[in-house]
């Protein structure tokens, strides 16, 4: 049992399911709005709001409020910062992968 | 923005932290006990009890209590469903990263 994963390599932020989803949606995107989330992800309104929030607070996105005409447009994008974790989290989660495959060849 | 990875698709009980830890780390042995994977993990009795259980109602893992001598012996190995589960799940951080990757080219 060579280099156990320990629970606290994980960036707990990060890793929650919908943080995940949405951290995951805008690496490959320059920014997404609100809505185009909430529609991807399958996720309620307050959901997204609630994750987000968070995100932002850790500084891993940026959220932009204006106005398209007189309608409210929320846009999200990942922070350097943000971009900087989600590589990392990446790395973690290589490394979970790697230390299981280790252990494909005597299972049964 | 192909195949975005919606949350529900990943499977709550084994994501948790901790119990990815365990489950990595029982996936790779054939079983192990309470104080191994409570101290290979950094893990309070509590946590690992908690977490243990979770594991255990999903039918992802087996704990089998026992003597040894005159101490109690707890040892903890995972079940067939357990590593299907386990083996979904890191399909899904596969595409995960899959989808990560297909993003780095136009990351700046």
Redesign the interface.
């Known amino acids: 049992?060579t280099e156990?994963?320990?629970?606290?390599a994980?960036d707990?932020v990060i890793?929650e399911?919908?943080r995940?989803?949405i951290v995951?949606?805008l690496?490959?995107?320059p920014e997404?709005t609100f809505n185009e989330l909430k529609e991807?992800?399958?996720?309620t309104d307050g959901n997204l709001s609630a994750h987000s929030r968070t995100l932002e607070e850790a500084g891993y996105i940026v959220v932009q409020k204006s106005f398209q005409g007189r309608r409210p447009l929320t846009t999200m994008r990942l922070t350097l910062k943000g971009?900087n974790a989600?590589a990392r989290y990446?790395a973690t989660?290589?490394r979970?992968?790697d230390?299981?495959d280790?252990?494909t060849a005597d299972?049964s």
Request: glycine share 2%; proline share 6%; charged share 20%.
């Open positions: 049992m156990p994963l320990k629970p606290d994980i707990a890793h399911r919908v995940l989803a995951a949606a690496a490959v995107s997404l991807t992800l399958d996720l971009r989600f990446l989660l290589r979970i992968m230390h299981a280790r252990g299972s």
